[in-house]
């Protein structure tokens, strides 16, 4: 990946009672040799922006760039084949399967998409040890805690060796001692060249990355200045 750029990006929602302007007119340059936090209110666009990076959604104005390549215009098949194979997303929630293991949720996305069982097996294997809880391969995801969880995530999202990593409050319920481990991992996973992208509303996790982006009412605005340690946000998985 060169450079992600986004040129007057608008995201709004058709409701019945009146239009949503969840994302409006921004414009960002993305280079891969820099890790970025997004903050901002509940309800301020920063998870529609985030969704909109990992061609979860389409802006309904402006131009989303990647490497040149405008993926507005982009059929979904194509966005779909760019997202498998050059994006990792990172959930609070860790998005995981609870009956299933360490290994088998690692493996699932690649065996759905057609892949060879014994290269997901073994890439999996890799990928679990590379973030430090290959000796939970076995384990069922039910039987882990919430630092481990967030590890096999994480593991799972860099399955397919992404150039571009998005995270959503990916320490948002995790202790301090853990969130310094995941923020770890995620530091020395974009030291080896890939573009890290965190939502988050903890200035303090923000503050580990080489620029703040903050949202406000749709638009990215300057951060405010204030004493506390975050930036609350009434309810972490918001709506737009």
Known sequence: MKMLELVGVSKT?????????????????ISPNNSYAIMGTSGSGKTTLLNILGLLDR?????FLWDGNDMAKMSESKRDRLRNTQIGIVLQDFGLIEDATALE????????????????????HEVLSQIGVGDLSNKKVKQLSGGQRQR????????????????DEPTGSLDSQTTESIL???????????????????????KRMS??????????????????????????????
Not at 59 to 63: I, K, L, Q, V
Not at 105 to 124: E, P
Not at 184 to 206: F, K, P, S, W
């Open 13 to 29: 929602y058709s409701e019945k009672t009146s239009p949503v302007h969840a994302v409006k007119s921004v414009s960002l340059s």
């Open 59 to 63: 802006p309904t104005a402006g131009n």
């Open 105 to 124: 949720n690692c493996m699932i996305n690649q065996i759905i998409r057609g892949g060879s069982s014994s290269k997901a097996k073994s890439r999996a």
């Open 152 to 167: 096999v995530g994480i593991a799972r999202s860099i399955m397919n060796k992404p150039a571009l990593l998005l995270a």
């Open 184 to 206: 770890q991992t995620l530091m020395e996973l974009h030291r080896y060249g890939m573009a890290l992208i965190v939502v988050t509303h903890d200035i303090n996790v923000a």
């Open 211 to 240: 620029h703040i982006l903050y949202m406000n009412d749709g638009r990215i605005s300057p951060l405010p200045t204030h004493s506390s340690k975050t930036l609350t946000d009434t309810n972490n998985s918001e709506e737009q």
